[in-house]
């Protein structure tokens, strides 16, 4: 594989300019693969390379093409927390009236059983979906799914309905690239959501605000684009809106048939009502736009006026084609993948790893042993990013929040692991498989008996730090080799292992 320094490049201030073809490489492929992705092998990176920008784009994007049946998601049972049904109600009623605590307490025991089952059932949902994220060959449908998760987030210990987060993970994944619209009238309807912001309980007589708020300051509008009038106009389009066990249910008798007014939009407006009056604000948009600029380019202020020129303009044309697209998002996803700025030196490089990327990262482009799933799982937790447990309504604030001394030093030793098999609090490695680094190092040098410990060094900074490669890193990585006096399999694993634990790793 070819180096991936590449000479830096700036992109025309403020224009998503078109990659010229000549252009893109596999700096460009390598990059775009851990953006769009989770990172890729150097055999990925030189066929994404070999694709050319409209190809490279078209295969990420355009993923319904591969097949990818995944096993696992209908072993998950639906019914651990169903709802009592109507002859369980009656008993458990009398018996209290009877004060029979025998029943009570039968009750109260399959409850508890219920709950530590689906307990369980979460964290297998979690290993599902990090081991789908690693084995994925449609990585940007996984990537998008868990945007959609860290936005409309909502979380496990709130819910406590593991099927339910489930048929929400199912939701983000099938409008992962399709109409945000679409997804904005689904949300509304979903269960998880629904229960989170408590707007299953929402009465004409008694609107619940918190989903009516969210809808516009988190997930769609942004603060200052509504009023605190749009809110309770909202809450009350919004009563009624519920769910009986995993299905949505709207509630005429529980909704306000009156007359509201919401963003400029009047008339006996229900939830659908409201998610128009939504769509029809150019704020939309230009908040969405905002959203993925941070999340597939830099972090940059929420606020436009803050902004930058160059991240200004390209939001502000993500947006318009956002409303030219009628919100369709793979369109406003093939024009920033496809532009000069998205390959510019203001993005590459320029972007700390989130846990989901850094540890599926490092398993899909090192080629290390994905080892156990649970004890991965746990690390992305000890990290920051808990899967189906954002930490708030919020989401992740990603960026610089996902570095503490705390994490940092979690980050590292999970790398050590995928590499070693060898846990912070020690593991006995007989019996673990190890970490095979020849794959990788033939396709880095050749044959890399016959390397020089430099070229080796040079080939594992380019590859495993990128653009954020110095020249102490190629320093450090080459006098590993030449101690040892030749690059032995041993030597090439010590000499990733090193790169990983390099602070530039962190970046993408």
């Not at 399959?110 to 059932?121: K, T, V």
């Not at 983000?172 to 309807?189: C, D, K, Q, S, T």
Request: glycine share 8%; proline share 5%.
């Amino acid at each position: 594989m070819a180096t991936t320094n590449a000479p830096r490049r700036r992109a025309r201030a403020g224009v998503l300019t078109p990659i010229a073809a000549d252009a893109f490489g596999e700096h460009e492929a390598r990059h775009l693969l851990w953006r769009a992705g989770f990172g890729g092998s150097p055999g990925q990176i030189a066929a994404l390379a070999q694709l050319g920008p409209e190809g490279a784009v078209a295969h990420l994007l355009d993923y319904e093409a591969i097949d990818h049946p995944w096993p696992g998601a209908a072993d998950f049972d639906k019914d651990i927390m169903r709802p009592l049904s109507a002859e369980d109600l009656r008993e458990l009623r009398v018996a209290r009236q009877n004060r029979n605590e025998d029943v009570v307490a039968k009750y109260r025991s399959q409850q508890m059983q219920r709950q530590r089952a689906d307990r369980a059932q979460i964290r297998a949902m979690g290993e599902w979906w990090l081991g789908r994220m690693i084995e994925t060959p449609r990585p940007l449908e996984e990537k998008m799914t868990l945007f959609w998760h860290g936005h409309f987030a909502t979380g496990y210990r709130t819910i406590e309905n593991s099927y339910h987060m489930f048929l929400q993970n199912q939701l983000f994944r099938r409008h992962a690239v399709g109409n945000f619209g679409e997804l904005l009238f689904a949300i509304v309807r979903d269960p998880a959501m629904l229960r989170y912001l408590n707007n299953n309980a929402s009465r004409a007589d008694d609107p619940n605000e918190n989903l009516a708020r969210e809808l516009m300051e988190l997930f769609s509008l942004g603060e200052g684009n509504y009023s605190e009038a749009d809110i309770k106009e909202g809450a009350r389009a919004l009563t009624g809106y519920s769910f009986d066990d995993d299905a949505f249910v709207f509630r005429p008798g529980d909704h306000d048939q009156g007359i509201k007014r919401i963003l400029g939009e009047s008339g006996r407006l229900d939830g659908d009502g409201f998610v128009r009056a939504i769509l029809g604000r150019r704020a939309c948009s230009a908040f969405i736009a905002g959203k993925m600029y941070r999340f597939f380019c830099r972090e940059v202020p929420t606020d436009p006026r803050e902004m930058d020129a160059d991240a200004r303009a390209a939001v502000d044309d993500l947006a318009n084609t956002m409303l030219r697209e009628r919100y369709e998002i793979r369109p406003v996803l093939r024009r920033l993948l496809l532009s000069e700025h998205f390959y510019s030196d203001a993005v590459v490089g320029e972007q700390i790893k989130s846990p989901a990327t850094l540890v599926v990262g490092a398993v899909r482009s090192l080629g290390t042993p994905t080892r156990d799933v649970a004890t991965l799982v746990a690390a992305l937790d000890a990290m920051g990013q808990a899967l189906f447990q954002p930490p708030s309504v919020k989401g992740w604030a990603g960026g610089r929040s996902w570095i503490s001394t705390s994490t940092l030093y979690t980050r590292q030793n999970t790398l050590a692991y995928l590499l070693t098999g060898r846990k912070p609090t020690g593991f006995d490695l007989r019996g673990a498989e190890a970490y095979d680094p020849k794959p990788l190092a033939r396709a880095l040098v050749g044959d890399p008996k016959t390397a020089s410990a430099r070229a080796f060094g040079e080939a594992v900074a380019d590859f495993v730090l990128g653009p954020a490669r110095t020249d102490r890193a190629v320093e450090e990585l080459s006098a590993v080799g030449e101690r040892a006096g030749r690059v032995t399999p041993t030597v090439a694993a010590d000499m990733v292992l090193l790169a990983s634990a390099m602070p530039e790793y962190q970046l993408c």
